[in-house]
């Protein structure tokens, strides 16, 4: 089998977006269209295609820092974008790209793909595949993640988070899908202070990203009285699962218990609309030096969504 690497050297590659709509693990942040929210020239990019005799089969986005190739760069979840495609295929897309990768000089390499959820059809050839040339795990981070596919997903859900919700709709919040970003980012801010962490983006770039894709990130806020009180950004990652990317809220409005109420209203809504997971992010504690350390409070919050642990796994091998 002869596979042929091709680096892509444009953002402008519509063949490689429509491939990661059609495969079976692509996500948005795969799409070279997403890469353009980043100022140019903050990333050395290395976006590579895989064709088959002549069939694109596979892409990888990606970036070279220092020799160290990492997928994804810019972006949340990266590795290989592919169909349903057998071992062999595979075994040929990646044995392809460490040829390449030994052509190129590469180092080392890290890719992160996403939890096995996001995937159309569920398996793991790929992380086999990994770790049986080489790779090891880097590191490990766990996210929450519910599974929509039952047929009372709210009734899923831990009693209190049930009572939460149902205070909330007695207290008069005014809920809706908006585009408020002007209003939600100084509430994201001033949360993350909280964690001594900042934004992975700027007002700016979540403003591009929204123009981006305006059908696949929605802005959930609550408002009490006129005042915006909290708000959850939902990134709609493919056709398999919806992502709560940022999720915030004003501490002193807690007794509204407007967080339960977002994540409930976008839990039913990723059901409705079809989604069979909702993602409600990794639940690392950011004040520890280990990587690795769970927020146990944050996990407990989120498993009362009916949400369990999947991992999100970095693998990494020198060259």
């Not at 990317?245 to 807690?254: A, D, K, R």
């Not at 944050?298 to 999947?310: D, H, Q, V, Y």
Request: charge should be neutral; glycine fraction near 6%.
């Amino acid at each position: 089998m002869q596979i042929e690497v091709k680096k892509i050297t444009s953002l402008d590659y519509p063949e490689w977006d429509k491939f990661v709509d059609s495969s079976d693990n692509g996500t948005i942040f795969h799409k070279l269209h997403f890469l353009k929210y980043h100022p140019e020239n903050r990333f050395d990019f290395h976006n590579l295609a895989f064709y088959d005799d002549n069939k694109l089969i596979a892409v990888l986005p990606g970036g070279v820092k220092d020799g160290v190739f990492k997928s994804p760069m810019g972006a949340s979840y990266g590795s290989f974008a592919m169909p349903d495609l057998t071992l062999e295929k595979q075994e040929g897309v990646i044995d392809a790209f460490l040829e390449y990768a030994k052509q190129m000089d590469f180092r080392e390499i890290y890719l992160t793909p996403p939890p096995v959820v996001y995937y159309k059809t569920q398996n793991q050839i790929d992380r086999f595949l990994l770790n049986y040339k080489g790779f090891g795990t880097h590191v490990n981070l766990i996210s929450n993640i519910a599974n929509l596919q039952h047929d009372d997903v709210f009734n899923k859900f831990h009693s209190s988070h049930q009572r939460a919700y149902r205070k909330s709709v007695k207290s008069n919040l005014k809920v809706e899908f908006n585009n408020d970003l002007d209003n939600f980012y100084p509430m994201l801010i001033e949360n993350k202070k909280k964690f001594n962490t900042t934004p992975t983006h700027t007002y700016e770039e979540l403003i591009k990203l929204a123009q981006l894709f305006p059908e696949d990130i929605k802005l959930l806020m609550a408002y009490h009285e006129g005042k915006p009180v909290a708000g959850v950004l939902l990134f709609v990652c493919n056709s398999t699962t919806v992502l709560a990317f940022y999720i915030s809220h004003y501490f002193e409005y807690q007794e509204l218990r407007a967080v339960n109420r977002l994540l409930t209203e976008a839990v039913l809504w990723s059901k409705e609309n079809g989604y069979k997971w909702f993602d409600l992010g990794v639940s690392m504690d950011t004040l520890s030096t280990n990587p690795m350390e769970p927020s146990r409070k944050l996990i407990f919050f989120k498993e009362g969504f009916a949400s369990r642990g999947f991992l999100r796994g970095t693998y990494h091998v020198k060259l």
